[in-house]
């Protein structure tokens, strides 16, 4: 059974830092690429980074760049991303999906494209 499953979640202040976890069973990250979105209260779920199957692409949203990481272990089925000097407008339920592709380029404006998800991780970012 496919499963994601995050974590790392909390209460940060602002400037702060987080590092979310998304951990695969029951399918390898060789074969998919995986994306992390948030939901912001009263919002649409957005795309905020992805990873492609190798590892060798990633790509982020205008407002994380420079701030968010994300990196995959495919060793450990893990993804992870690292989020830093975090802002009030961070605050979102967390998720990340899994797309089965193995194309070079991973991209995440397509919610539709991320067949699997998990049940998502709060962050807030407030003082």
């Known amino acids: 059974q496919l499963q994601l499953v995050e974590s790392g979640g909390g209460l940060v202040q602002p400037g702060g830092s987080l590092r979310l976890s998304c951990a695969a069973s029951?399918?390898?990250?060789?074969?998919?690429?995986i994306g992390w979105f948030r939901q912001a209260p009263g919002k649409e779920r957005e795309g905020v980074s992805c990873?492609?199957?190798?590892?060798?692409?990633?790509n982020y949203a205008d407002s994380v760049k420079g701030r968010f990481t994300i990196s995959s272990d495919n060793a450990k089925n893990t993804v992870y991303l690292q989020m830093n000097s975090l802002k009030p407008e961070d605050t979102a339920v967390y998720y990340c999906?899994?797309?089965?592709?193995?194309?070079?380029?991973?991209?995440?404006?397509?919610?539709?494209?991320?067949?699997?998800w998990g049940q998502g991780t709060q962050v807030t970012v407030s003082s």
């Open positions: 999906a899994a797309q089965a592709t193995v194309q070079a380029m991973c991209v995440m404006t397509n919610l539709y494209d991320y067949a699997y």
């Open positions: 029951g399918f390898t990250l060789d074969y998919y690429a």
């Open positions: 990873i492609s199957s190798s590892g060798g692409s990633t």
